[in-house]
């Protein structure tokens, strides 16, 4: 199977400017911010999305999460909030099929989501 544009960054195949890795996952920017801080964070191993996942994937989801507000606090969004987001499919404004979490920061966001 084609690897997921996400997987080709982790592979070092396409650049990225990552600002955390461990073995499960790895944060970098996005190439369009949509906030003064937005980062992806990946699982390393490709669930193409919330919806898919699988009970097998718990314990790496899990860690996602964790390592989200790890990556937050990194990035010093901590003492003024951050916002988590996962788009699922169509509707959820899902562009690639590879599970992310976006932390977007840096500015106060709007609710609802437009
Ligand atoms: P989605 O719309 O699937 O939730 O989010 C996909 C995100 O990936 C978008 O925010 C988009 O800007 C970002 N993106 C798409 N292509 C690239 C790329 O080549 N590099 C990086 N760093 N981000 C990308």
Redesign the pocket.
Known sequence: MSKT?FEK?VARE?P??IVFEDDRVLA?????P?APVHV?LVPKRAVPRIATAQAEDQELLGHLLLQAAAVARQLGLEARGYRLVI?NGADG????PHL?V?ILGGRPMAWPPG
Not at 93 to 96: K, L, N, R, S
């Open positions: 544009l960054i396409i990225a400017q970098f920017r996005d190439i369009n949509q992806l788009n404004g899902e562009t690639v992310h976006h």
